[in-house]
């Protein structure tokens, strides 16, 4: 059966909710040029990220540090809870998400738009 395809607006850009069951989310999220992500964590979502599209700089806490890093599409990274994590664009970008259906446990450390977790 069809589903819906749900478009999220966001100050940085907009998600596209391309699938939702019990078990997994999948996500288009794009990011415009130079706007960025909250530095965030999750306590039970469990995500990989996938770029399709642009350049962004990810930041990923390890072993206590925050380390950036350059993707260009054909790359990913699998994020496990609580670790931090930030995504930018350098250009505009289309990330693929795909996570365990926790949309709501976001918690923001910094936020360039003012929101709170």
Partial sequence: MDQPVI???????????????????????HINKGHALSLQYHTMKDETIFVWAGKILFEIDVNGSLVSREMTPGQSVHVTPPTIHRMTAIEDSDVMEVST???????????????KT
Avoid: C, F, M, S
């Fill in 7 to 29: 478009r999220v607006e966001k100050p940085w850009g907009y998600e596209l909710h391309w699938a939702k069951t019990p078990q997994y989310v999948g996500k288009v999220i």
């Fill in 101 to 115: 259906n926790h949309l709501d446990d976001v918690v923001r450390l910094e936020d360039r738009y003012g929101r």
